[in-house]
């Protein structure tokens, strides 16, 4: 073979792998068929599967994710004839602002309400709800507040409602080390440094919460496309400095905050779930056990399984949404 050849038969084979590369992408499951409908403040991109008269799980995820966390969740909670919802949040995927003027607050009373606002929207008067990150926060807020809502509870890494004042108090030093990120968006330099680079951001922020989880750049690229909602990234930067005390959030949900900061108990029949391997600021199991006054179980899902527990491990998941409704 001479070197034209070699030149050829090397530009043919990239060409070839390219190809390949991108049929590999394209065929990466995703969700097809996403609604809109107007809820409250947004109009909301969300799945609808399974049949509409089955009982309701509503599935939420966090940050910097989407709902792709649950894609193969749903075909095994829509086998056992649950209709399922999986909204993106405020500031991900087709979900918009219906006023353009609408302050982009991301703290957690507002994502909350989100929630009751879409559940009034389908006409939904209750709903098991599951999250993990943001959701698990969110639905650990609605069953809190709005407990005959909610059927039962799945949430990973437990008990998440905070408040302004416990955010204030200064952890260990190597505490504050996992919570960089928080730091770095209560500056400027870090608003616009997530802006510009929010999906090597997100990546970076994937790898370090699931430090075993080997996911491929065709699993990545099919969330990080919700990042690019033009309001994701000012949705994001308000939760952390609100967490901070570094902004106030909109009056209409102070009596809902101030609610929240006195550490409500969650009285719904609930089951929390930590993976093995979660590399996330997360607190240990007996420090929130007494938070959960009703049916509780706990359960530590083993195999080096991260953060993202949904789509790490589908089927622990799914399950303990199945057997929560039995406890």
């Known amino acids: 073979m001479n070197t034209t050849h070699r030149q050829v038969f090397a530009a043919t084979a990239l060409a070839i792998a390219a190809l390949f590369g991108a049929a590999q992408a394209q065929a990466a499951p995703a969700f097809d068929d996403i609604k809109q409908i107007n809820a409250g403040e947004l109009n909301?991109?969300?799945?609808?599967?399974?049949?509409?008269?089955?009982?309701?799980?509503?599935?939420?995820?966090?940050?910097?994710?989407?709902?792709?966390?649950?894609?193969?969740?749903?075909?095994?909670?829509?086998?056992?004839?649950?209709?399922?919802?999986?909204?993106?949040?405020?500031?991900?995927?087709?979900?918009?602002?219906?006023?353009?003027?609408?302050?982009?607050?991301?703290?957690?009373?507002?994502?909350?309400?989100?929630?009751?606002?879409?559940?009034?929207?389908?006409?939904?008067?209750?709903?098991?709800?599951?999250?993990?990150?943001?959701?698990?926060?969110?639905?650990?807020?609605?069953?809190?507040?709005?407990?005959?809502?909610?059927?039962?509870?799945?949430?990973?890494?437990?008990?998440?409602?905070?408040?302004?004042?416990?955010?204030?108090?200064?952890?260990?030093?190597?505490?504050?080390?996992?919570?960089?990120?928080?730091?770095?968006f209560a500056t400027e330099r870090g608003r616009i440094g997530y802006e510009k680079n929010h999906r090597d951001f997100a990546k970076l922020i994937w790898k370090l919460a699931s430090p075993q989880w080997q996911f491929d750049e065709a699993t990545y690229a099919r969330s990080a496309v919700s990042l690019d909602n033009p309001d994701h990234a000012a949705v994001t930067v308000s939760n952390y400095r609100w967490r901070l005390g570094l902004e106030t959030g909109e009056a209409k949900y102070a009596a809902l905050e101030a609610k929240l900061a006195t550490f409500p108990s969650i009285g719904v029949p609930s089951i929390t779930l930590e993976g093995d391997a979660n590399g996330a600021p997360h607190p240990e199991p007996a420090a929130y056990a007494q938070r959960f006054t009703g049916k509780y179980q706990h359960r530590l899902i083993g195999g080096g399984v991260g953060h993202n527990l949904p789509q790490e491990a589908p089927e622990a998941f799914a399950q303990a949404v199945i057997e929560v409704g039995k406890l």
């Open 44 to 184: 909301v991109g969300y799945v609808d599967q399974g049949p509409v008269d089955g009982p309701v799980v509503i599935l939420l995820h966090g940050w910097p994710y989407d709902i792709n966390s649950y894609v193969d969740v749903v075909p095994k909670l829509t086998a056992q004839g649950y209709r399922v919802i999986v909204p993106h949040l405020r500031g991900y995927g087709s979900t918009r602002f219906l006023d353009a003027k609408a302050p982009r607050n991301g703290e957690p009373a507002a994502l909350a309400a989100d929630v009751l606002a879409l559940m009034d929207a389908l006409q939904i008067r209750q709903a098991t709800l599951a999250g993990y990150d943001w959701g698990a926060r969110t639905a650990d807020i609605v069953a809190a507040l709005w407990p005959q809502r909610v059927k039962g509870l799945v949430s990973v890494s437990g008990y998440l409602i905070g408040s302004q004042e416990a955010g204030k108090q200064p952890l260990a030093p190597e505490a504050e080390l996992q919570w960089w990120y928080q730091f770095y």
